[in-house]
């Protein structure tokens, strides 16, 4: 079993529920070992949009990342997810962010995602449920909690389930 942390976001139609249904997604594939609170951010790059709500899960799994990768897509897919726009509104994003301590480069698969330390939408939610998360060098992720302090972001609801009234 691997160790795993996926970013999910929505900021299209009822965000709330498609978090709700990443989670229920992932529970079939995964076992789940924690999932963040959920958080509203402002949209980062791409065209004018609505805000995000963003959380992020931490799993084990057998699968590999290209076979995970597949899954995330067909998630998202089965939520309405239409990629027609660089950074464009969406119904749901899941992103893989860390496998173990492992560097995966292939063609449309970068883990540790790239921008995985530069915002704090995912180092916050990430460090909330794997508090000694690592970059494959063994480097800490807390660290980079301080460079993106700055970076606002509010904290909606302690879990996914709680947010539908809140934050849809």
């Given at each position: ?50 805000p ?32 027609d ?21 292939e ?26 998360a ?6 800490p ?21 709680r ?6």
């Amino acid at each position: 079993m691997s160790r795993c942390a996926i970013g999910i976001g929505s900021n299209l139609g009822d965000r709330a529920a498609h978090l709700s249904a990443a989670v229920d997604g992932l529970t079939a594939i995964c076992e789940i070992a924690g999932v963040s609170s959920i958080y509203e951010t402002a949209p980062v790059g791409g065209p004018a949009q609505g805000p995000f709500l963003n959380a992020v899960v931490v799993a084990d799994t057998a699968r590999t990342p290209r076979m995970l990768l597949r899954d995330l897509l067909f998630i998202e897919r089965a939520r309405g997810r239409v990629r027609d726009a660089r950074w464009g509104p969406r119904t749901l994003d899941l992103d893989l962010l860390l496998w173990d301590r492992t560097v995966v480069d292939e063609p449309g698969l970068r883990v540790p995602h790239p921008q995985l330390l530069q915002r704090r939408f995912v180092v916050e939610p990430l460090l909330e449920v794997w508090p000694d998360a690592c970059m494959p060098n063994g480097s800490p992720i807390r660290p980079a909690s301080e460079a993106v302090a700055r970076q606002r972001i509010e904290r909606v609801a302690a879990r996914i389930g709680r947010a539908e009234s809140a934050a849809t």
